[in-house]
């Protein structure tokens, strides 16, 4: 798989990764049952296939998917890229989290995330939103001594507005952007997408697969766990999911012209974008794995992109939220 790097703009040396990375949420088990073990397979499955950005920055099960990154990577850290996040709290349960972006906090969080990993530094950590308590400047400011003092390699941001994207950069360079980006979520693309590219900050697309949607094996919300953090989703909800596989029948089709799976499909489509993005898909598994993996290698043309971006205009997404 080919490499892109990103970090360039900041005082750190760039990090090569691959063109697509692992994401870890499949891992947490709020999407379905997982084996450890199996997970710890998986994700040494994806260094072995060339996919060396290893994404832990997850706000629910964060701990364990920590744990059995660390287990993976045992013995092979420098063939990984390790991307984790700070800035959030969850109460006693577990079940609820909000953001804190204090100093202490953060610090605090990077240190137990260094020791769950079992590494002595990460290599990009991403600040998980801004605390609206809390000056967007004082939590990167604290990032940016966590660079100094080695634990950390690049600063990224989520959940962030343009304005505070400005903010945190002036800073410390901001390495990378996580956002929410797929064929069937493109609000990105109005403000953020542009702003990160305009400072050199890569784009790492968050939920490239729109949760499972775009993989076409989603027919009925009936086919979700009771847990299944996508109950929570509007456009998963019975009234608005019928209208959705409307739009995805016609993405269906292109991909069967193509001859290649709708999944593969809906990654090359991010890869191909102006700037170039990395789609970190989430799996558990090692055949959905490596067919992610294969996205790479498909080349669309632009008259292609623009025909998939017609295929599901943002106003026609049945549940989507407002901006």
């Not at 892109?4 to 703009?9: L, P, T």
């Amino acid at each position: 798989m080919h490499a892109r790097e990103f970090g360039s703009a900041g005082a750190a040396r760039p990090i090569s990764r691959s063109a697509i990375g692992l994401g870890t949420l499949a891992l947490t088990g709020r999407s379905g049952p997982v084996d450890d073990r199996a997970s710890v397979a998986t994700i040494r499955f994806a260094l072995d296939i060339g996919v060396t950005l290893i994404d832990a920055a997850v706000v629910h099960g964060a701990e364990r998917v920590e744990r059995l990154v660390g287990r993976a990577v045992a013995g092979r850290r420098d063939e990984a890229v390790i991307a984790a996040c700070g800035g959030f709290r969850r109460d006693a349960g577990g079940r609820r989290a909000r953001l804190d972006g204090t100093p202490g906090h953060l610090r605090r969080s990077c240190e137990s995330s260094l020791g769950r990993l079992g590494v002595d530094h990460i290599d990009l950590y991403y600040l998980a939103g801004v605390d609206p308590r809390v000056p967007v400047e004082d939590s990167i400011g604290e990032l940016a001594e966590l660079v100094a003092a080695g634990k950390v390699r690049h600063v990224g941001v989520s959940g962030v507005s343009v304005d505070q994207l400005r903010r945190a950069h002036a800073v410390h360079p901001v390495a990378a952007l996580a956002a929410e980006y797929s064929l069937w979520e493109r609000r990105v693309e109005a403000e953020c997408l542009p702003a990160a590219r305009r400072r050199g900050v890569a784009v790492f697309a968050c939920r490239p697969l729109g949760r499972g949607f775009l993989t076409g094996r989603i027919r009925s919300a009936d086919q979700l766990a009771a847990r299944d953090l996508r109950r929570d989703d509007p456009r998963f909800w019975p009234e608005n999911l019928p209208g959705n596989l409307d739009l995805l029948r016609a993405a269906e089709k292109a991909a069967a012209d193509r001859d290649i799976g709708l999944s593969r499909l809906a990654l090359a489509w991010l890869l191909c974008r102006n700037g170039g993005v990395t789609p970190v898909p989430s799996t558990r598994d090692r055949l959905h794995l490596e067919m992610n993996a294969a996205a790479a290698g498909v080349r669309l043309t632009p008259e292609e992109c623009e025909h998939l971006a017609a295929l599901f205009p943002p106003a026609a997404v049945a549940g989507r939220a407002v901006p």
